[in-house]
């Protein structure tokens, strides 16, 4: 029922005589104090109102109409669950609440697509087999191992970028460097890494 509902966000616009009356908190008690049983004019309201806003949002973070409407899908779908459970604290905060979780979705879709970026950065296009093959597996003690005998610094450098999945301002940050110095020691710590890879591929 609410992933229904929430795709219809953009529909021509059908509210009921003095629902415009109702403010978001109130929409909000509405739904959660009618549950388990539906209100579904105070959903459709409510999504309503809340619908361009995190669209909006969406739009001017991802630069994108399609990203948008799926991130106001998702944020809504989320919301009408948390209200018809009761578990939103306090629904006076529903719009604060809508918007924080766009925030949040924004910043994850924004995360991937950096360490997308700087897997890119690291293994470029021309280091892939023009055929696609069947990846074998990684060799997880054999990179332990390896990552290991790196140089203290370059290690943590790599660790904090592919792991913790942070960006080279804020690993400069950090290490007391700059973000080109940062970028220069992770480049020579992948050299040694793909290196250290290879030469224990030649011995195996």
Same mark, same amino acid.
């Given at each position: 029922?609410?992933?229904?509902?929430?795709?219809?966000?953009?529909? @021509?616009?059908?509210?009921?005589?003095?629902?415009?009356?109702?403010?978001?908190?109130?929409?909000?008690?509405?739904?959660?104090?009618?549950?388990?049983?539906?209100?579904?004019?105070?959903?459709?309201?409510?999504?309503?109102?809340?619908?361009?806003?995190?669209?909006?949002?969406?739009?001017?973070?991802?630069?994108?109409?399609?990203?948008? =409407?799926?991130?106001?899908?998702?944020?809504?779908?989320?919301?009408?669950?948390?209200?018809?459970?009761?578990?939103?604290?306090? @629904?006076?905060?529903?719009?604060? &609440?809508?918007?924080?979780?766009?925030?949040?979705?924004?910043?994850?879709v924004q995360?991937?697509?950096?360490?997308?970026? =700087?897997?890119?950065?690291? &293994?470029?296009?021309?280091?892939?087999?023009?055929?696609? $093959?069947?990846? $074998?597996?990684?060799?997880?003690p054999r990179?332990?191992?390896?990552?290991?005998?790196?140089?203290?610094?370059?290690?943590?450098?790599?660790?904090?970028? &592919?792991?913790? $999945?942070?960006?080279?301002? $804020?690993?400069?940050?950090?290490?007391?460097?700059?973000?080109?110095?940062?970028?220069?020691?992770?480049?020579?710590?992948?050299?040694?890494? =793909?290196?250290?890879?290879?030469?224990?591929?030649?011995?195996?």
């Amino acid at each position: 029922m609410i992933p229904l509902l929430a795709t219809r966000l953009y529909a @021509p616009r059908m509210v009921r005589r003095g629902a415009e009356a109702d403010d978001d908190a109130t929409l909000a008690r509405r739904i959660t104090a009618c549950a388990p049983a539906l209100d579904t004019s105070a959903e459709a309201e409510l999504c309503r109102r809340l619908a361009p806003r995190i669209r909006l949002y969406g739009l001017k973070h991802l630069r994108s109409e399609s990203a948008a =409407r799926d991130l106001a899908q998702d944020v809504l779908v989320l919301l009408l669950e948390k209200l018809r459970g009761g578990t939103l604290r306090d @629904p006076a905060q529903v719009a604060s &609440f809508a918007l924080g979780t766009a925030r949040q979705r924004v910043l994850d879709v924004q995360r991937g697509e950096r360490r997308r970026e =700087r897997l890119r950065e690291a &293994f470029p296009a021309d280091l892939l087999p023009a055929v696609e $093959e069947s990846p $074998e597996p990684l060799d997880t003690p054999r990179l332990k191992r390896c990552l290991a005998a790196l140089p203290e610094r370059e290690r943590t450098v790599l660790v904090m970028t &592919f792991y913790d $999945e942070r960006p080279a301002d $804020e690993v400069a940050a950090d290490l007391g460097l700059t973000a080109g110095n940062v970028r220069v020691i992770r480049h020579r710590g992948l050299e040694r890494l =793909r290196g250290c890879m290879q030469a224990a591929e030649g011995t195996a």
